[in-house]
């Protein structure tokens, strides 16, 4: 049997199966404290494929002439595939992500960029955080709660397979004949 032709390409067998579409994660980042809300992050999981592209754009020629990964473009490249957003992040949760500078933040400045008290979801400042917090305070955390998430997504998609197997009458053991 022949790949189905997507335009003039031949689709290979994943794409001919596969919606290829992210999945939606929230990810608490800091629970909620007296005064101020909880802080989340919204991310999208992304398949092995996008996670090869963002590996693939983070590559540089090192000093040996090898290729190896450039920490720095890696976490750009994350932050613009997985990141879509974020609630909660007050001035509080600002300083709580960031103690050993809660000394240099003036208030007022805080509130003159953002009268309602939070700083809206932009790349450069989820890339800020990446880069200025502990990889226990934020990454991993990011990095944990879309690994979760996807085997849950595998979890749920197997039993759909299963639904339809007994759906449709087929079972694995006929199927391996």
């Not at 090869?52 to 590559?59: F, G, L, Q, R, T």
């Not at 240099?104 to 809206?120: F, L, R, S, V």
């Not at 998430?149 to 197997?165: I, L």
Request: proline share 5%; net charge negative.
């Amino acid at each position: 049997m022949q790949s189905p032709r997507i335009g003039n390409h031949k689709a290979n067998l994943f794409d001919r199966y596969s919606s290829r579409k992210g999945i939606p994660v929230d990810v608490e980042i800091l629970t909620a404290s007296e005064t101020d809300p909880a802080f989340f992050v919204h991310c999208m999981f992304v398949d092995g494929r996008e996670l090869e592209s963002i590996v693939e754009a983070s590559m540089v020629r090192g000093r040996t002439g090898q290729m190896e990964a450039d920490n720095d473009k890696y976490r750009v490249q994350f932050v613009k595939k997985n990141f879509t957003g974020w609630t909660g992040l007050t001035l509080g949760n600002f300083i709580r992500m960031l103690p050993g500078r809660a000394g240099t933040i003036d208030p007022e400045a805080w509130y003159a960029d953002y009268p309602d008290g939070e700083m809206p979801f932009s790349e450069e400042a989820a890339l800020l955080l990446y880069r200025e917090t502990t990889v226990e305070m934020f990454f991993n955390k990011v990095r944990d709660n879309v690994a979760l998430a996807a085997k849950y997504f595998s979890e749920q998609k197997a039993q759909e397979v299963m639904s339809a197997r007994k759906n449709s009458g087929t079972s694995p053991a006929s199927n391996a004949t």
